[in-house]
């Protein structure tokens, strides 16, 4: 399923079709993240990996398995029903 997301938002296991490369790692915060950037590994699919510093606010779109649940579904939704 296509999404858009901010890039502070971005999980492990995301595929960015626009650049076709998976999110190995995704973190705002650190000694060498700049203020108000996001850092991202991506790995492609010949195997190379890069890192990109991305703005938090930076809308991306992603292919997720499942969507995320959202706050506003209230707190219920993080419930686990068995």
Do not use: C
Request: charged letters at 25%; proline letters at 6%.
């Amino acid at each position: 399923m296509e999404t858009k997301v901010q890039a502070q938002y971005l999980q492990q296991g995301d595929y960015l079709p626009a650049t076709k490369s998976t999110v190995i790692y995704a973190s705002a915060s650190g000694l060498r993240i700049p203020s108000g950037k996001v850092r991202i590994d991506l790995q492609y699919a010949n195997g190379k990996k890069r890192t990109a510093y991305w703005g938090k606010s930076t809308e991306i779109v992603v292919e997720r398995e499942t969507p995320p649940v959202s706050w506003e579904e209230g707190p219920d939704a993080f419930r686990h029903t068995s």
